[in-house]
């Protein structure tokens, strides 16, 4: 049995690193913030006789002895990064509930056959560092080091800077090693198991993710005297391509998003038409043929539109990540552990993407969801109740401990 | 005969303050290559025996002796600030054919009746601290000096502060004087004159304008598991009203303005939806009823549309500068000395707002307007010919010289 209350504590602790006065978090990836909370983190492991392994994209893995040793270890994880105006969940959840596993069996003295490990993966919410994942993503083979280390942010600083700030640039090589299964715990950051009542959801796969920069390019110009026909204005387009990809969204289906998170205009003066105008546009399916077909369909109208309002576009490709089917067993022992402790649970895909996502493309891989408050997740209120945490956490402990002992 | 060779080579000799790679100009306001610009201004005036006068808003005043020193001046003069990626004739020409103006007579030993002086205006572009044309306005009693000094930049930084560092906190009370008349020389910035091919416009008066910030609040949530149709999201609210503003700009006539310069998403996250969009929002029409209509079209389609969206929205009005018509006796002036200097001109009003607006709040104001390459300003390509610009050189000095000799 965990200990629901020391998990939440630990919760409330880490959140006051990057507490914001909404009661949510901002801890954005490398930060000092971050550099902080991970300090915090690593040392409530090493008080229970974990060592530590930092690798090159400054991924933490927090490794707990087996009674074989040379048998590849059980991991879980997921990270500890948030949203600019994020919550106290996200990410953290996964982690704290790792080590809220690793406490319990300590404290019972339970050692199982294969070692068990906790990781924390680098900028997984693409918020700071686009994209998303990034410190999975290099691990498993699916982005380069040099890809890595070299993402930028707004300011122009770079990852490798950033880690070699911190001192996180490790010594480990970040690529995959044998790994027996790995499990994520995660709030949903959905609707759907607060709707249905279910405190569990066994996580079939992730959905498929696209984004982009759209850059369009017109005329800069004066806002009085300028004609509107003589305009090349790409307010005017971005306005129609927005309003219409809303439209393909919704006519697609109800499985559909489209999301239009930050955009900026170029020189951004009240009394100019923008010379360039750059949204960020991020599209996703679950069914990867249907989001190969919203693709088209972007890439189509952004044409269209601009040719209209002749304008120049361009579209950069940002991120594609397709969508994920997770290992059966994996999946197995997550239904059986939940089974196991009279949870109800729902099978289910996520909405979000996760570092699970670049796990399971070099080890067995599934996920567990448990409901949060309105469905509400990048935002300061994202919420989940102390008993589902709790459950969330008890079914981490039952599935790891019977891959680990399998 | 105003020397048009001397003219250019001081308009390009200022254009490299702050000049740009593609031939344009960035000096904003109160920067500090502003500085630099004035400086040499002033250095030029002086060189031929003006005297100089700083006011509490930075606003220049360089004046050359008449024979009769108790009687008022006539004034002239425009801005030196560009806009961020602007060109080499937005307001300078003003100020540097003022100049011409006083070197011409100035060679040729020439005294008016009564003083010559050439002003030069804090802040005209409006680009750097908002709203347009700060330095007339508060001299001319529309905005307070409170008012003027406490614009801020982007960055915080306020327009007092930046005048303390520079050192254009002047003694002088920014407050109207008595001037005789006030003439001010501009590139047309719209593509009227070039399509008629005539060298001069004899300025009515300037078109009504407004300027807003629409800020949309809507809930930030998670860009994948968030159903399209739980969102309230602001950027689907700005897309629908960019796109009916150009529509109503456009049903309401040629003669109407709608532009969107800037735009901010905050937090700018690409996989949030966000909290709050703000959009720059310019309005303008020459009939200030119809202005007036557009206004109030504007408040109802963001409340609808807003109100569809399921997001809350505020209009914070940032200027409203009504429709101004100029004197008759200036107008006549202007148009006389094209007719003397046998150059074609015609009646015209202003697109953009000028210094002129609020100088014709509290003296007898018009303005002379020269064509610009392809209609083209607040672009690094603004261009005009030295034909052009010695024409309207020639008929700021006819115009001058007879309203301070009469
Ligand atoms: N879990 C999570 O918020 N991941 C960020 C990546 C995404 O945009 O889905
Ligand atoms: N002349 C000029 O560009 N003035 C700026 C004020 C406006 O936006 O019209």
């Keep these: 049995q965990v200990n629901g209350e020391r998990l939440w504590s630990s919760l409330m602790e880490m959140a006051r690193i990057g507490g914001t006065e909404k009661g949510g978090c901002n801890r954005q990836a490398l930060t000092d913030k971050d550099k902080q909370g991970r300090a915090l983190f690593i040392r409530w492991c090493e008080e229970i006789g974990c060592t530590l392994r930092v690798d090159e994209m400054g991924n933490l893995f927090l490794r707990k002895a087996g009674r074989d040793n040379s048998l590849p270890p059980v991991l879980t994880g997921s990270h500890l990064d948030t949203q600019p105006t994020g919550g106290k969940f996200d990410g953290v959840y996964g982690v704290l509930a790792g080590l809220e596993v690793?406490?319990?069996?300590?404290?019972?003295?339970?050692?199982?056959?294969?070692?068990?490990?906790?990781?924390?993966?680098?900028n997984e919410e693409g918020a700071r560092f686009s994209p998303a994942m990034v410190g999975s993503g290099v691990w498993s083979g699916e982005f380069s080091l040099d890809?890595?280390?070299?993402?930028?942010?707004?300011?122009?600083?770079?990852?490798?800077?950033?880690?070699?700030?911190?001192?996180?640039?490790?010594?480990?090589?970040?690529?995959?090693?044998n790994i027996k299964a790995a499990l994520e715990l995660h709030?949903?950051?959905?609707?759907?198991?607060?709707?249905?009542?279910?405190?569990?959801?066994?996580?079939?796969?992730?959905?498929?993710?696209?984004?982009?920069?759209?850059?369009?390019t017109g005329q800069p110009v004066h806002a009085g005297p300028t004609p509107m026909e003589q305009r090349r204005d790409p307010m005017k387009a971005i306005a129609k391509i927005v309003s219409e990809l809303?439209?393909?969204?919704?006519?697609?289906?109800?499985?559909?998003?489209?999301?239009?998170?930050?955009?900026?205009?170029?020189?951004?003066?009240?009394n100019t038409v923008p010379e360039q105008v750059t949204l960020t546009v991020d599209l996703r399916h679950p069914d990867q043929q249907v989001l190969d077909?919203?693709?088209?369909?972007?890439?189509?109208i952004a044409q269209d539109i601009c040719n209209q309002c002749k304008v120049e576009h361009s579209i950069v490709d940002e991120w594609n990540s397709p969508a994920v089917a997770f290992n059966a067993s994996c999946i197995d022992a997550v239904r059986f552990a939940a089974e196991q402790a009279g949870l109800p649970y729902e099978e289910m895909f996520s909405g979000a993407g996760h570092d699970s996502v670049y796990v399971s493309k070099v080890a067995p891989t599934?996920?567990?969801?448990?409901?949060?408050?309105?469905?509400?997740?990048?935002?300061?209120?994202?919420?989940?109740?102390?008993?589902?945490?709790?459950?969330?956490?008890?079914?981490?402990?039952?599935?790891?401990v019977q891959l680990a002992n399998a």
């Design 293 to 300: 077909n919203m693709d088209a369909a972007f890439r189509r």
């Design 147 to 177: 890809y890595g280390w070299s993402r930028k942010d707004k300011s122009g600083v770079s990852i490798k800077e950033e880690l070699e700030r911190h001192g996180y640039l490790g010594a480990t090589p970040c690529a995959p090693f």
């Design 102 to 122: 690793l406490r319990t069996l300590h404290d019972a003295n339970i050692e199982t056959l294969h070692p068990l490990e906790v990781a924390v993966w680098t």
């Design 246 to 270: 809303y439209h393909l969204a919704e006519e697609t289906g109800p499985l559909a998003r489209a999301t239009f998170g930050d955009i900026n205009a170029s020189p951004g003066s009240r």
């Design 366 to 400: 599934s996920m567990i969801f448990i409901p949060c408050e309105n469905g509400i997740s990048h935002n300061e209120a994202e919420n989940a109740t102390p008993e589902d945490i709790t459950a969330g956490c008890q079914v981490l402990l039952g599935a790891m």
């Design 187 to 216: 709030i949903e950051q959905g609707p759907i198991l607060e709707a249905i009542e279910k405190p569990i959801g066994v996580v079939q796969g992730v959905q498929g993710m696209r984004w982009y920069d759209l850059v369009i």
